[in-house]
């Protein structure tokens, strides 16, 4: 097989939660320029819908479903509209979360749980329902869990306190591992982007607070972009990774390399 074919994703669906907006409608740029059908889903109708036109404008057509991952009872019926609509899933995309600063001592527990729930919770139930729908009876697919650098390194005290946020990036990491292990049978492949600082809608607080301490700490000294993550998406959700599995790789600048 040619490299060309290699990352060749015609014919593949793609499922991308927190798909609206930010790093998971960057990875929906990708693997819908890649060939994919891309599916996304996130809280708000709107943004749902201004990802799409946007979408449809780079020439990708995608399906959205209004959903939150909050409420664990919804997983299975999105899984089964998307399935509905596409017929399959080859790659599911775990890139929904939250975050909530705050200092150990004083984070409230609803936070907390809030945090925990939609970074960590629901990675796993995504992950079975797919698995369970979809990719184990046809014993392949690739799941890409979006985990964080703060998920392999404590936070800098002179940045924003995310004790929550950091525990259940870390909680993501070992997820990706285990279930690597358990589904590799399967040929299911499982693994994870721990991005460094990006702008997002979710990082702006941190990035307004200390951008000149993580410019300082990143060896490139730059933030994030609108790119940096798309060729890593594109490699784990394509057979050029097919026996890359369990494995979290940092997009970071070099920062968890200090």
Not at 4 to 20: Q, R, V, Y
Not at 93 to 119: Q, R, S, T
Not at 185 to 210: E, L
Request: proline residues 3%; neutral net charge.
């Amino acid at each position: 097989m040619n490299i060309k074919k290699l990352f060749d994703l015609s014919g593949k669906t793609a499922l991308i939660t927190g798909g609206s907006r930010g790093l998971g409608l960057q990875i929906a740029e990708a693997l819908g320029e890649m060939g994919a059908r891309v599916a996304i889903t996130a809280r708000k109708a709107g943004e749902l819908e201004e990802a799409k036109a946007h979408l449809k404008g780079m020439g990708i057509d995608a399906l959205t479903v209004v959903n939150d991952l909050q409420n664990t009872d919804s997983v299975k019926p999105m899984v089964e509209q998307v399935l509905k609509s596409y017929g399959r899933i080859d790659i599911l995309v775990n890139n929904a979360g939250a975050a909530w600063g705050a200092p150990a001592e004083d984070h409230p527990l609803d936070a907390w749980y809030k945090v925990i729930n939609l970074n960590l919770t629901a990675v796993f139930l995504m992950s079975q329902t797919v698995g369970k729908l979809s990719m184990i009876p046809r014993k392949a697919g690739r799941i890409i869990n979006v985990a964080s650098i703060a998920g392999l390194v404590g936070t800098d005290p002179r940045m924003m306190p995310t004790i929550a946020y950091n525990a259940s990036k870390g909680g993501v990491v070992n997820f990706t591992r285990s279930l690597a292990v358990e589904w590799a049978h399967y040929g299911i492949t499982v693994n994870a982007i721990a991005p460094g600082v990006f702008p997002s809608k979710m990082s702006q607080g941190m990035i307004d607070k200390a951008e000149q301490i993580i410019l300082e700490m990143t060896p490139m000294k730059r933030l994030g972009t609108d790119y940096d993550l798309k060729g890593l998406a594109v490699l784990l959700a394509s057979d050029a990774s097919a026996y890359i599995t369990g494995q979290t790789v940092a997009v970071d600048g070099g920062l968890v390399s200090m």
